[in-house]
């Protein structure tokens, strides 16, 4: 069993940047690979980054391609999500997953177990 809780979610205004943290209980951190999800209202949740377990090999999703970073700490059993050059589009609910098995991209929420309560992140324009 793996609990997740984000944090650092927040207002800020387009062209601004913010970090997400995804931190993990247990002791097995480092065997799961994590991925970042958001779902901005009525719209279905979508993958917007992921990394391996070792932090290895990274995805992200076009959209969010060359502004977004995703990195690791397992001795902190912590995932990070730094969001740069926000856009009022990237308003959303971002939430943070971990899976385990075979590594594939595109990642997709179906082959997470794991999630977290979710962070609000709002791009004022």
């Known amino acids: 069993q793996v609990q997740l809780a984000e944090s650092g979610g927040g207002l800020v205004q387009a062209g601004g940047s913010l970090r997400l943290s995804c931190v993990a209980s247990?002791?097995?951190?480092?065997?799961?690979?994590m991925g970042w999800f958001r779902q901005a209202p009525g719209k279905e949740r979508e993958s917007v980054a992921a990394?391996?377990?070792?932090?290895?090999?990274?995805y992200f999703a076009d959209s969010v391609k060359g502004r977004f970073a995703i990195s690791r700490d397992n001795a902190k059993n912590t995932v990070y999500l730094q969001m740069n050059s926000l856009k009022p589009e990237d308003t959303a609910v971002y939430y943070c997953?971990?899976?385990?098995?075979?590594?594939?991209?595109?990642?997709?929420?179906?082959?997470?177990?794991?999630w977290g309560q979710g962070t609000q992140v709002t791009v004022s324009s």
């Open positions: 990394i391996t377990w070792s932090g290895g090999s990274t």
């Open positions: 247990g002791r097995t951190f480092s065997s799961y690979h």
């Open positions: 997953a971990a899976r385990r098995g075979i590594w594939r991209v595109p990642s997709i929420d179906s082959d997470y177990v794991y």
